[in-house]
Each structure stands twice: as structure tokens, then as C-alpha cells.
């Protein structure tokens, strides 16, 4: 069963920073894409971040782009996903999320394996 589970999230004051985790079970974080999504209350859930499998192809968000940092540790199998310059427009459950493919991809639907998602909240 591929399961995800999510860890590091929390309350930060702004210009701060959090790394948020993705331990991965019933797959290998270094044969499946890592994507991270986002949704704050009333909106739609967004893409952050995407890591392929390879680790040579990285997308971001042009609001994560120069803060965030998506990375995998193959060793432990968990992705990460290290935000700084934390701005209170960042506040929203952060979600990670895996798809076995070549290529990556930056919407909902090509993600067939979720984590529970974490709350960041970020004070001004």
C-alpha cells in the first residue's frame, strides 16, 4: 500500500522558514515524481513544486520560485520541500505528492498518490 506521510509544518512569523517532509512507503521517492501542492481556505489547490525522478528536472511556481527548495533523499525515501522567506501569503495546507512517469507534471489529476497534508501558517 503507497502510502505518504507529511511532517514539518507549523506557525512561523514571516521571513521565516520551515522544511516540510514527505516519508515515502510502498514506493521509491527515486522512481516517482514529487510533486508539492498547496490550498488555502476557500481556493483551489496549487501547485508549488515538482521534482522528477532523475532529480535533473525541477519546476516551480513563480511565487515559490528563489524561496522554496524541492529536494529527495533516496536513502531515507522522502522528499522535502524547504520554504524560506516565509510571507503570510503562504499559509495553506501543503500536500505532497507522487506519480510514476517519465515527465512531470503541475496539475492535480496527474498525481495519483496524495499525502495527508500539513498546515503552515505563516504571522505577519
Known amino acids: 500500500q503507497v502510502q505518504l506521510v507529511q511532517s514539518g509544518g507549523g506557525l512561523v512569523q514571516a521571513g521565516g522558514s520551515l522544511r516540510l517532509s514527505c516519508a515515502a512507503s510502498?514506493?521509491?521517492?527515486?522512481?516517482?515524481?514529487m510533486g508539492w501542492f498547496r490550498q488555502s481556505r476557500g481556493k483551489e489547490r496549487e501547485f508549488v513544486a515538482v521534482?522528477?525522478?532523475?532529480?535533473?528536472?525541477?519546476l516551480y511556481s513563480a511565487s515559490a520560485k528563489g524561496r522554496f527548495t524541492v529536494s529527495r533523499d533516496n536513502a531515507m525515501n522522502t522528499a522535502y520541500l524547504q520554504m524560506n522567506s516565509l510571507k503570510p501569503e503562504d499559509t495553506a495546507n501543503y500536500y505532497c505528492?507522487?506519480?510514476?512517469?517519465?515527465?512531470?507534471?503541475?496539475?492535480?489529476?496527474?498525481?495519483?498518490?496524495w499525502g495527508q497534508g500539513t498546515q503552515v501558517t505563516v504571522s505577519s
Open positions: 510502498g514506493l521509491k521517492v527515486s522512481k516517482y515524481v
Open positions: 521534482i522528477g525522478w532523475s532529480g535533473g528536472t525541477i
Open positions: 505528492a507522487a506519480r510514476m512517469a517519465a515527465n512531470i507534471a503541475i496539475t492535480k489529476s496527474g498525481y495519483p498518490y
